[in-house]
Every structure is written in structure tokens, then in C-alpha cells.
């Protein structure tokens, strides 16, 4: 990148991430506002990743847009103002949004940007508070997020989900055509080889999928655009790949460095077994009180790890760890 270019990246940065500020503090009261905060923090990490993709900031950004998805979905889905921990501090949302203010595409970044930020009970959040796959533009994507969105959940049917996805690439009468070859299949094969035991195929995978990310950007825009230096799925799907312990390339090229340097310390209820944020003392599932019972330290691969234990009474999975369903609450011990 150019000296220009990348001056220029570095007042976007630090626009996106002001504006990004503003939307937090006045969501509060009007939860519209973190609908465009997390457009907004997700275009933050992108020309952050352009100026400097060793910036940490990178990563903060994206654990934001996906707090801020919470926060969305939240709002659309409950009675009642709530509280959430957004950006590291406890703020207020309040119900009333319609469910037309969350398209398909920003739950699927929302998700994604979670994920590429380690951040697992955000994730989890919108795995679990929005199941059906989005049938809007982008679907092959979004269908792409669904399979995401199942692992997240303890799911069973991931391979389907990935077929799903695979049919909706199909170029034939579609005027996207290109970009479902260079971008979604490549994307697809990288999950396929995530949950087996070839190292090698993995990592030839995520860089070709790199490499190709990059040229169809490069090709299609011809000027310097932020989607370039920064892939959301392959972000996430990398950090997946590192927190379960498989082999990834040094310096992928669309995978900020700056991000996989991020925390990845998880915690989650010692009840019901799901991923917390750090700042709860009630479990947002079981209502279980986190003050009485010390939240489990763990990691992704970790809260990944075992058979799910399925609910004899609403059939949830959970996780193998529950001693209580995070769904109807009915004991997981044995009689």
C-alpha cells in the first residue's frame, strides 16, 4: 500500500472508530443507534486493518460489532429493557426494535466478527437467539454463518449446513458469479478441512482462500477498498482453527496479525455451562448467580471440547459440562 493509501486508511480508522464511540453512548436510549454502531465497528477494523494490521484495536473493534449485534437482536427479541455488557461497560437496551433492523448480512457479520474475536458468549448469543439461516442477498454467505452458527450451538447437522451452503454457490444465472467462486468456495473448503485431520489440506486452504479474498478485491474495485485487507469469515474461521489446535500459515494475508495476538480467555457458568461476559453476575440463560457458583475459566476449544449432553425434557444439546439445561432449566445429573 501506498504512503497515501495508507494516511488515508488512517483517517478512516480513527473516523470509524469516533463515530463508532458516539453510537455506544447514545444506544441507551435509542438502540437504532447500535444497529449502526456495529456497521460501523466492523468498517473500523476493516481500514484499521489497512492501515496497520498489527493493531490490536483490530480486534476490540470486532469484539464491539458483535456486542453491538447482541445488543440488536436483543432489543427485537425481549419485553423489557435488559442490560449488556458492551465495550466493557454495562449499558441499558431497550426493547421495540422491529425484526427488519437486523438483516441477514449484519447478524452474519456480527457473528463472524465475535468469532474473529474470540469472543464466545457473543457468538454464542447470536447463534442460539437467531437459528434460521438469513434468506436474503449474500445467501450463500449467510448459509455459510448458519453452519457457523450451529457449531457455536453444540449442533449435530454441520455437514448439511455446509452442503446448504455449497448449493447456494452454484454460479448459473447468477450475475455474482465470480465472487461465489473466489470467495465463498474457498470459504467452504476451510471449514470442510477445520473439523478434520489433514494439517496440510487446512493450511493450503485458508491460503489460497487468502490469496484469492485479496485478488477478487483488488480485480473488482480497483481502487484501495478496506474488504480487501480484511476477511471477516477467514478471520474467524482461523481463530477457530488456532483455538482448537490445528496448524495455520504464518501472515495470512487477510488475517490482521493484530487480531490473532487478541485474549482469548473465556469463561462460562459453572451451572449451565455457556459462555458469559466477564462483567455478569447472573447468567444471561440459567439465571443461575455467577457470585455463588465461581464461572468456569476456559478457552473456545475447551467449551468445543466432549459429547453435548441432550435435555430429557426439551431435547437442547448443551454442553458437556451443564448440570442444568441453559434452555428449560431441568436437571442434566443423573437420577
Not at 468469532?115 to 439461516?133: N, Q
Request: aromatic content about 4%.
Amino acid at each position: 500500500m501506498s504512503d497515501p493509501a495508507r494516511e488515508r486508511a488512517a483517517r478512516e480508522r480513527d473516523d470509524y472508530f469516533e463515530i463508532t464511540e458516539l453510537a455506544v453512548d447514545a444506544g441507551g436510549s435509542d438502540p437504532y443507534e447500535y444497529r449502526m454502531g456495529a456497521r460501523d465497528a466492523v468498517l473500523a477494523a476493516r481500514w484499521a486493518a489497512a492501515a496497520d494490521p498489527s493493531d490490536t484495536r483490530i480486534g476490540s473493534a470486532l469484539r464491539l460489532a458483535g456486542e453491538l449485534t447482541v445488543a440488536v437482536l436483543t432489543s427485537i427479541r425481549s419485553d423489557g429493557e435488559t442490560s449488556l455488557e458492551i465495550g466493557g461497560s454495562i449499558r441499558p437496551v431497550v426493547p421495540g426494535l422491529p425484526a427488519e433492523a437486523l438483516s441477514g448480512e449484519q447478524w452474519a457479520n456480527g457473528l463472524w466478527a465475535a468469532t474473529a474475536a474470540g469472543d464466545a458468549a457473543s457468538a454464542v448469543r447470536l447463534a442460539v437467539l437467531r437459528e434460521a439461516p438469513p434468506g436474503e442477498s449474500h445467501e450463500d454467505e449467510s448459509l455459510l454463518a448458519a453452519a457457523l452458527a450451529t457449531w457455536w450451538r453444540n449442533g449435530s447437522d454441520l455437514g448439511s449446513r455446509l452442503i446448504d451452503a455449497l448449493v447456494a454457490t452454484d454460479p448459473d444465472g447468477r450475475a455474482d458469479g465470480d465472487r461465489l467462486l473466489e470467495i465463498a468456495v474457498p470459504l467452504i473448503r476451510v471449514f470442510r478441512h477445520l473439523f478434520a485431520d489433514d494439517d496440510e489440506a487446512l493450511m493450503a486452504a485458508i491460503s489460497d482462500a487468502a490469496a484469492r479474498h485479496r485478488a477478487f478485491h483488488r480485480a473488482s474495485s480497483g481502487v484501495d477498498r478496506p474488504e480487501q485487507y480484511l476477511s471477516l469469515p477467514l478471520t474467524g474461521l482461523v481463530v477457530l482453527a488456532r483455538e482448537l489446535s490445528r496448524a495455520v500459515p504464518p501472515d495470512i494475508d487477510v488475517v490482521p496479525d493484530g487480531v490473532l495476538r487478541s485474549s482469548r480467555s473465556q469463561i462460562a457458568c459453572a451451572v449451565c455451562g455457556q459462555p458469559l461476559k466477564s462483567a455478569e453476575v447472573v447468567c444471561h440463560w440459567c439465571d443461575a448467580d455467577t457470585t455463588v457458583d465461581a464461572p468456569l475459566e476456559t478457552s473456545i476449544g475447551e467449551l468445543a471440547a466432549g459429547s453435548p449432553t441432550r435435555c430429557p425434557t426439551c431435547s437442547t444439546e448443551n454442553r458437556a459440562t451443564a448440570l442444568r439445561c441453559y434452555s428449560c432449566s431441568a436437571s442434566l445429573l443423573p437420577d
